[in-house]
């Protein structure tokens, strides 16, 4: 049982990007369907699925390549924590590395982009950058 578990799914795909991996399994919950749903819509995975089992299940993401070893996905930084959560309002949202990366934000509408929250006109807590 882990006391962060998005925390460990980002910590799985980091691993597995440095392992030089195609794919990674994390347990699956709603929370981290929908931020895989977003890395697929943002351009950083090639695709994900849910494997249904006994349990609560296991989500299998595939990792995208530019070339041989050399990922998509730069960095990923967990922000808010169990133990420090981070909110900010619509006009605080961040921007990662000037608008190039992307920060995942859990709002009252929905896990949303920092683009999508904006528009939107909602903020929340700031979940991770992905860059």
Avoid at 83 to 109: D, H, M, Q
């Amino acid at each position: 049982m882990t006391t962060d578990p998005v925390a460990d799914m980002l910590t799985r795909i980091r691993n597995a990007i440095m392992a030089g991996h195609d794919r990674v399994n994390a347990p699956a919950s709603q929370v981290k369907i929908r931020m895989a749903e977003i890395l697929k819509e943002e351009g950083y995975i090639n695709n994900f699925k849910v494997v249904k089992d006994c349990k609560q299940g296991t989500i299998r993401i595939y990792l995208k390549y530019h070339a041989p070893k050399q990922a998509v996905i730069v960095g990923l930084r967990r922000i808010s924590r169990p133990g420090r959560r981070v909110y900010v309002a619509v006009k605080e949202i961040p921007r990662v590395l000037r608008g190039i990366g992307t920060v995942i934000i859990s709002t009252n509408k929905g896990i949303l982009t920092d683009s999508a929250a904006r528009s939107q006109n909602c903020g929340g807590e700031v979940l991770c950058y992905i860059w």
